[in-house]
């Protein structure tokens, strides 16, 4: 197996949860080895909204080639398989030049339905097939990939990570943000397809919703819009603070008064934001812990939370950078990994691959008989409420039963 996974071309793999710096570490890559990177964001993929999904632009990108990065228009739907169709071709051209393919994204669901796809059409069969019994034990696994794989995972404590979204979100707003979601509004858009799926865009909807039905009122008639003081009433403050506001300078709202409305409603969906974001992190956190304990990937995590902290390249180079580096050369050029220090953990032991049925069936019967597939499932199924309510309804119909029959 190992001179298998030898012959198989190698490309580095650069994980991480959001804010971690995957994007910073692979452009220094390419400091110390002749590297082009595919972007595996789902929502970078797509043209537009650099600011909210957090592009690097083309100056930070120091010539670096990137590919799949906003080539995609909004409107469409960039699926797994389109991903899989784009990306093989890619690392196969960057092969044939002789670079070191850099695979960087936090969407690590592209890369784990990537070797599904492979592993899929390698064998013919079909997924319900495919993941029961012993199938389901070797899904995922690094044996089955189709490329030697470095795993780089750039993580960093969830205190620095939250305090460094919260500062990312409030740069991304004085950056233009705003604009961005302004102008991908619809009142009847699908936020499930394309680009509207972005963290970002759902949590400014009430928010747009309003402004537009006042501003587009005070277009067709902006009588309408605020008292008429020559009636007899008062005069609106918040709306004709909102007819002097523009698409240009929606950031101006929140230099408005505490008590105004539109900054009222705005500060909300900015600090919606923030939270779902958090949520991202931590989600982001636990599915790259399920690539080590589930399918036993080898992840080499590095540690940023230093360099995070310190703000300094200096720190960035020696507490990220010099790590990875060593990694990277090890894996091509001694087709051995180095084994990380303790401390790339925060302290933590490594987490133990285990054993577990991924697709085994669970049936609820308390639930209707509501089938549940996989170990996780059928955990976190029993800790809902609606399941829980449901048991402690069936054990007190229980216990009247067996008191009526004493």
């Known amino acids: 197996m190992d001179k298998e996974k030898q012959r198989k071309p190698k490309l580095v793999i650069v994980m991480g949860p959001t804010g971690s710096g995957k994007s910073r570490l692979s452009i220094d890559l390419a400091s110390h080895f002749p590297i082009e990177i595919i972007n595996a964001d789902s929502m970078q993929v797509y043209e537009g909204l650099d600011v909210l999904t957090n592009k690097v632009s083309l100056h930070e ?3 670096v080639p990137h590919h799949l990065l906003g080539t995609i228009s909004p409107n469409a739907e960039f699926t797994s398989k389109d991903f899989r169709d784009s990306a093989i071709p890619t690392i196969d051209g960057i092969l044939s030049r002789n670079c070191l393919p850099v695979i960087v994204g936090g969407t ?20 319900s097939k495919l993941l029961q019994g012993k199938a389901s034990e070797n899904w995922g696994r690094v044996d089955n990939f189709r490329y030697n794989c470095c795993f780089i995972c750039v993580d960093a404590s969830l205190p620095v990570l939250d305090r460094y979204v919260e500062k990312r979100v409030d740069s991304m707003v004085d950056a233009g943000l705003l604009n961005e979601v302004y102008d991908i509004y619809g ?3 699908d936020y499930t397809r394309g680009l509207r799926q972005a963290i970002g865009v759902r949590e400014f909807e009430d928010f747009l919703r309003i402004f537009h039905s006042n501003t587009n009122a005070s277009h067709s008639c902006i009588t309408n819009a605020h008292y008429d003081s020559s009636a007899g009433g008062g005069t609106s403050t918040s709306t004709n603070k909102g007819n002097m506001i523009s698409r240009e300078n929606l950031r101006a709202i929140l230099d408005f008064s505490d008590d105004d409305y539109y900054k009222i409603i705005l500060q909300e969906a900015i600090d919606k934001l923030k939270a779902n974001t958090r949520r991202l992190v931590r989600r982001q956190k636990r599915r790259l812990t399920r690539l080590q304990t589930l399918f036993g990937w080898d992840l080499h995590y590095v540690d940023a939370t230093e360099a995070i902290l310190c703000n ?6 020696e507490q ?5 580096v060593n990694v990277i050369r090890s894996f091509l050029f001694k087709d051995e990994y180095l084994v990380p220090d303790s401390e790339m953990f925060n302290g933590l032991e490594r987490p133990k691959l285990v054993s577990r049925d991924l697709w085994t069936q669970h049936i609820c019967e308390a639930c209707g008989s509501r089938i549940l597939r996989g170990a996780h ?3 976190q199924h029993q800790k809902g409420r609606s399941h829980r309510k449901r048991v402690l309804r069936l054990k007190k119909k229980l216990q009247s039963s067996s008191l009526a029959e004493l």
Not at 320 to 324: D, E, H, I, L
């Open 320 to 324: 990220v950078v010099k790590p990875s």
């Open 377 to 379: 499932e059928w955990e």
């Open 108 to 127: 690590n669901y592209y890369i784990q339905i990537n070797h599904f796809l492979g592993l899929y059409a390698r064998t013919g069969v079909l997924p």
């Open 61 to 63: 990108r120091k010539g």
């Open 187 to 189: 009142p009847t858009s």
């Open 312 to 317: 300094s390249d200096e720190s960035w180079q």
